[in-house]
């Protein structure tokens, strides 16, 4: 299982929210590159970067940190937040992002994601299935919608998708544990139509036992933030069980 650890970005600092709320905000750095190279330096080889202010734009804003990063650092790194157009894309690529995450535009714009599944792959986006009550929340947690997430998972997968962040937004930044049953029930659903899917976990992770029991589960990855910030679980302990 790939430890995944997270920079969510506004006005160009690492910050964490709680339940996706902006206004429940603790900066954690002035500097996200620094928080990076600490990951890097662990040994980790992979990081979730979200740009928040994006996500409330509808459109990329803090490009400029993900150059950095991906320049300074040999870091794999997802990108997210406020993709929503061919330009969007472009400029998360250019800038170093290996994947990206398709939320809010993969159910505003399917058809455009499709085409980005066709001209980029599976390897290259990743589904975004962020769930409020199991129903698909967009535009950075703020919309709820009545798209149950595992129909909306299910008919991604029919369409190309390999790859998928799915975070219980009730869990996000509570460090209550995350969402086990959601996974399973991802799993459980995948199994039944045959698909093959790679499940991101997020959101929720609070010590080494939750991340214990999600290995158990074999996911493909979990992203940890808070409980990395706020000393809950050490860069050491995840080195040592990441992938």
């Known amino acids: 299982m790939h430890i995944i650890p997270a920079i969510d970005l506004i006005e160009g600092k690492a910050v964490r929210l709680t339940q996706g709320d902006y206004a429940q905000k603790t900066e954690y750095n002035a500097r996200p590159l620094d928080v990076a190279m600490q990951f890097e330096d662990a040994g980790l080889s992979r990081l979730h970067l979200v740009d928040l202010d994006g996500a409330k734009a509808k459109r990329v804003i803090n490009y400029k940190v993900l150059e950095l990063i991906a320049t300074k650092t040999k870091l794999h790194i997802d990108f997210g937040g406020g993709i929503q157009s061919d330009d969007d894309l472009r400029i998360a690529l250019e800038c170093g992002a290996k994947q990206i995450t398709a939320g809010s535009v993969a159910v505003r714009e399917p058809d455009l994601v499709e085409r980005w599944l066709s001209r980029h792959g599976a390897d290259v986006v990743i589904l975004g299935a962020d769930a409020k009550n199991e129903k698909i929340a967009v535009g950075g947690w703020e919309e709820s919608t009545t798209l149950w997430v595992y129909d ?59 991340l214990e029991k999600l290995a158990e589960m074999n996911l493909f990855g979990v992203i940890v933030g808070k409980a990395i910030y706020e000393g809950r679980v050490t860069l050491k302990q995840l080195s040592a069980i990441n992938a």
């Open 152 to 210: 909306f998972v299910a008919e991604w997968v029919e369409k190309g998708i390999s790859h998928v962040i799915s975070t219980d937004v009730a869990k996000d930044g509570l460090l209550q544990g995350p969402s086990f049953d959601l996974y399973r029930n991802l799993q459980e659903r995948t199994q039944q139509n045959n698909q093959s899917l790679n499940i991101i976990a997020s959101g929720g992770v609070s010590n080494m036992d939750d």
